[in-house]
């Protein structure tokens, strides 16, 4: 079975320009998050979704990020505009056990890379 | 509020041998559960074992087995027989049981496999 699928891997820009991180949850999951990687704060969630509706998106950093599940197989996580400090490894994972018991493990997908210069 | 200490620094076992990582956390909860995360240089996020806090027994996914101790909020866990690609870092995490509670990680600790 395919594991979640996040692409680029690797992305690398300027600041201002805007960047489109995709992802693609395990088929039947109906939990899908984003979260941010930096060596400063370590694993950080961003936003979480249920049945593709957002259920808290408190970690967001700031106006500039957003992100959609427009359906159930699918996810971006837009920043515009970028800046150097978004630079960060960005994680997508999926879970299918019910959110309000604890074993909710979730599967991460490979990450995507951001560097912005 | 949750918290993972990971306090180990890099950590080196030589190939065939044990090697125990360290991971106490704080909660008020009853009900959680703790997780182990693999990361090797690649990137990738790789979930390796669960433990409920409800467990009688200590949880065993192959080579990985989760020594939880409850009155000392610790769950060390433990990997048998190091291989070359054990060599990654570890990531320990807990989640409170509750509609609203999130995945929270600790720092992580980085681990050396030598032949």
Not at chain 2, 29 to 47: A, R, T
Request: proline share 4%.
């Amino acid at each position: 079975d395919a594991g979640v699928i996040q692409s680029p891997r690797h992305e690398v820009t300027e600041m201002g320009q805007e960047v489109t991180l995709r992802c693609k949850p395990i088929s039947g999951h109906d939990y899908l998050f984003w979260y941010r990687q930096t060596m400063m704060r370590g694993l950080e969630l961003l936003i979480y979704f249920n049945n593709n509706v957002p259920i808290d998106d408190s970690g967001m950093p700031e106006d500039r990020f957003s992100a959609k599940m427009p359906n159930a197989s699918f996810s971006t996580l837009k920043i515009q505009p970028s800046e150097p400090r978004d630079s960060a490894v960005y994680f997508c994972a999926s879970s299918s056990q019910g959110f309000a018991l604890a074993k909710n493990i979730q599967y991460f997908g490979a990450g995507t890379r951001l560097s912005v210069l | 509020a949750q918290k993972i200490t990971q306090t180990q620094p890099g950590m080196f076992v030589q190939e065939k041998e044990a090697v125990t990582l360290d991971c106490t956390y704080d909660t008020s909860d009853q009900s959680y559960g703790l997780f182990w995360y693999k990361q090797p240089s690649s990137g990738e996020m790789i979930f390796l074992i669960y433990q409920g806090s409800y467990d009688e027994q200590n949880a065993t996914e192959g080579r990985y087995s989760l020594n939880f101790q409850k009155a000392r909020k610790s769950a060390n866990l433990v990997i048998s027989a190091s291989q070359l690609g054990d060599s990654a870092m570890y990531f320990c995490a807990m989640r409170e049981a509750g509609a609203n509670s999130k995945l929270t990680f600790g720092k992580g600790i980085t681990l050396s496999v030598r032949p």
